[in-house]
Every structure is written in C-alpha cells, then in structure tokens.
C-alpha cells in the first residue's frame, strides 16, 4: 500500500497533512494501526490523528484564500475532507501541464495556490502504455528547457511511411502525417517525468486514489470529488476493514480523466455541456497494442509507418501503426472505429490477424512481445467538443475530446488544454476572473486552428473507405482544411451496429502462440507487467 503515497511531501502545511491522512485511511483499511507519526517539518504544529478527532496544522500560508487553519474532522460524518485550492482528476499529459502551469504562474506572480492532483493508477504513467509519435509543441511552450532537463524524449522520427494493405500487399502512399520534428517515445515515461516536475514545483500528487463522485454545495456548484470506498466485497457488502473514501475538495476542481472518463460525462450530462456548446455527440475508436522487443538488425529507431485497409472491411473505419522505439522495442497497433457494423467482427482478432501479414510479420518475427494493452480513442475531433466549463470547474484534455484524428495525435492538444486552463484558473482564483474565459482561450488558440482544419476527415469516411481516401485526399491537399462545409458524424456508435442476420460469422484463426495470442495470454500478460510495475514502484 506505500506505493500509494508515492507523492512530493513537500514541506507546505497542506502536504503532511494530506500525506498522513491519506496513509492513515488506507492503513485502517489494512488492519494496521497507526503509531508514532511525526509531519517531516518540525516547524509546524501538529496532533495525533484517529477516525474521530480532528487534525489540523496552523502555520499560515502567503497570500493563499485557503483557511490559514485547515482542519479535518468526521464528528458529524463518516468521511474525512481536505481542501485545496485546485484539485486535478487525473496525471495524465493534460492534468499534469496544468498543474505544472499553475504552479509556473504562482512563481512567476508570487502567489501561493495548493494543488493536489489525484491518480488511479498506482503511481503516475500506470495507466498508460508505451509507444507514441509526439508533437513536442505544447512541452516546448510548457518547459522550453525540456532537452536539458533530460525530457525522456530522444528518438526523431526518422522516417514517415503510409501503407494501403491488401491480404499479401503493402502498398506505399503519400504519407499525410508530416511527423518531421516529431518523436517516438514512451507516453507512460513521459508522464513520469511531468509527474516529478510537478512534484518540484510543490504540486501535491496521490497515485492510488480513483475519484468516484463528484461533490456538490447547495447550488449545485462543484466543490471537488470524493475517492473509492475501500474493504468492499465482492457481493458489494462492507468487509470488516471498509473504510470511506475522502472528500477532496477544491475551489476549482478540473476533469482530465482522459477518453470518456466517468466524472466528466456525468458532469456533462449534467450541465448540459454538449447542447450549450452545440456539439455533436462524441465518437470513439479501440485501440489495441502490444510492445514487442525485435531483432536487432531489424530495429530502425524512429521509423513510423502507418496502415489503411486490410484486415478490416471497406465499412469500417480503421488503421494500425508501428513504431521503432529505443531499445529495439517497437509498438505496434490497430484502431478500429466503434461504429463497425458487423456484430461478429472483433477487434483483437483483426489485430491479431494484422501480425501476419507479410510486411508486419516481417518485423515482428523471433522478437518477444513485453506489454499488451487496450485503450479508447476520442474521433469527433471539432465537431464533439463540448463546453468544457461547468459550475466550480472545467474539463481538459481528452476528456473533452482534443485528438487530431489524422494526425493520430492528442497529447500535445491535450497538454494545451490543460495550460489554458491553468491560465484561466490561476485568473479566477487570484483576480477575479471568469472561469468561463477557458472556453474563449481554447477557440483563440491554435488547437482550435487546427482541429478546425482537420475537421472533416473523419466524417469523410461515414461513406466507406474509397470515398473516404479521395474526400480527405482533397481536403488535406486541395483544400487544406479551408473547405466551407463541415461534415457531420453519422449515427452514435452504438446505434450503428446492423442485427447478425444482416452478416455471416466471420472464422477467426486459431492464434499460433508466436505472433498471435489468445486473450487470456494476453490479459495474463497485461496483469504480469502491471504487478512488476507495482513492484518495481515498492522498491
């Protein structure tokens, strides 16, 4: 459970606190009992904690309109409270920017703001799996130094190949995705390293903790979130070690769950923030990947290639990757729209079949494949983003939905959208601005510029994949973005589906252990990596 805690401790009233309260709920929630427990800084004062007393420190700090005596006491509830001025759901690229961001800003303006960012994972980049062409725009604004502060970004794109494949074919086209200046690297290391500079600047981080609701006042405004009851059985009863989660709350508390993350569509549906943003509804892709450790003498640092057509249908919507990690590792993966017809098509056999096509078998033979994942995709692009403000807060990053769909590219849209809010919320916090200016700095911004101009390339492939190819062919080099319509997404997902006896079962191979696996092996896989990480996290 210590892997739980892994956060800055830094030397602010609000982060012992913090610290030991958190230790001391899930320590309860193991039968253990706390003793002897000293905050790092003998400056401030202090009291033991128990379930039903209060902690408190009292040391002030500069010009914070946060309580100079915060306290935390459950003689009327069952829960125990913290309060900041900012709470951030998720340590993802968009959360961590803008924590980064505010705590940049505090510095800068001399002000003190408390910032607490919550993480499901067990530590930061848990969540997240290896393998991403990055555009560095946003980190160069967010920490134009990042190169020699030894960003774990180090492998250029090297070379940019877009493959049409038939069933024994790999046919070489114009590659649209220009990823000169760009990067393959691991998100999950990348997020570590935001992580830790988070951590430097004072940014409070708890892996471990889910936030599972979200907190209201009497008007209905949103005061921060509530995390995970613990020492829940199975059957949903309470154990004997049940333990409720703890209320963090926050003057401005946002979202950056990622793709269609839980607190974010609840808060959606509430506040009606598609309707009054006029968007169109969101549409999703999976996307499933593997790390495989190749061959040497076939490991080509920084080659990307990107694929159309084969294994799937000419309905669906859909492409798989490659890319040449450091280390000889490559990532390779298919994303398939989830909008596809055919009830008996699935997604991770068409990505197994994938591996044997003769151009990616080619790479992936007597290499051994060291991580398996899953993961959904926001596709709506400019048509789906939804009013990203709500009462006491905003959404951010891929929660809102910023991925440039050709491209195949969100985080650097993501982190910008977190900076942004970040601007906008140190303004309202320290000067009395509109949290609402958010909306109007994301429209003035150039992710607004650019998923603008590539607005209509996924809707072009609403008619099929020939169509699809000739209309984003000329809206990528006739039109460049610049066309006067702007297509609309089709019907939601999950109405898309046409009834099985509109299609014949589709017959599936039988995986061969080397290239292709069952799913078992590869959930088996999934948990193997994540209890190594958990370990290696402990140590």
Known sequence: MMLMFRSIASKSKTSNTALLLLRAIASQSLHSNITNLHPPNANHSYHSFSRRHAFSFSKPRANSRVPTSQSFCTASSDRDSIEYDVVIVGAGPAGLSAAIRIKQMCRERNADLSVCVLEKGAEVGAHILSGNVFEPRALNELLPQWKEQEAPITTPVSSDKFWFLTKGRAISLPSPFNNKGNYVISLSQLVRWLGAKAEELGVEIYPGFAASEVLYDANNKVIGIGTNDMGISKDGSKKENFQHGVEIKGRITLLAEGCRGSLSE?????????????????????GIKEVWEIDEKKHQPGAVIHTLGWPLDHKTYGGSFLYHMKDKQISIGLVVALNYQNPFMNPYEEFQKLKHHPAIKSFLEGGTVIQYGARTLNEGGFQSIPYPVFPGGAIIGCSAGFMNVPKIKG???????????????????????DMDMYWDALRNSWIWEELHKSRNYRPAFEYGLIPGLALSGLEHYIFKGRHPVTLKH?????EAMNTAKSHSPIHYPKADGVLSFDVPTSLHRFWNTYSLLLLTVES
């Open 411 to 433: 985080t650097h849209t993501a982190m910008k959208s977190g900076m942004l809010a970040a601007e906008v919320t140190f303004g309202a916090l320290n000067e009395g601005l």
């Open 490 to 494: 089709g019907k939601p997902d999950h």
């Open 266 to 286: 609840k808060i959606m549906k509430k506040y009606h923030l598609r309707e009054k943003g006029g968007s169109e509804h969101q549409t999703y892709a999976l």
